[in-house]
Nanobody, 124 residues
């Protein structure tokens, strides 16, 4: 099973992009989806997460109020709407499927299936 992420690209500061992530098949015990990002020379960091029911969206403080995570109408796609983009948002963005429990939703140990990444470039 793969996670197919798309929607990255080049945008000017202040602009918007929407990322999409769709599992190619069934993922056992997948109860939530998360987005992470990794900038050059930096560690991967959690961005946002949401349950497949669409409840309980969670955001890192750095994107709160600018990014919106959501589940599509058919419950098979997760979106990350990114508004008011800043140069510091530039990174490779990864979606991931949470299948483990007992840790904060921001902990990448919860996630067992990862997408291939999509590049987001923000010009100043």
């Amino acid at each position: 099973v793969q996670l197919q992420a798309s929607g990255g690209g080049l945008v000017q500061a202040g602009g918007s992009l929407r990322l999409s992530c769709t599992p190619s098949g069934y993922i056992f015990n997948n109860y939530a989806m998360g987005w992470f990002r990794q900038a050059p020379g930096k560690e991967r960091e959690w961005v946002a997460a949401i349950s497949w029911s669409g409840d309980n969206p969670n955001y890192d403080a750095s994107v709160q109020g600018r990014f919106t995570i959501s589940v599509g109408n058919y419950k098979n796609t997760v979106y990350l709407q990114m508004d008011s983009l800043k140069p510091e948002d530039m990174a490779v963005y990864y979606c991931a499927a949470a299948t483990r429990n007992g840790l904060p939703i921001s902990d990448d140990s919860l996630y067992s299936v990862w997408g291939q990444g999509t590049q987001v470039t923000v010009s100043s």
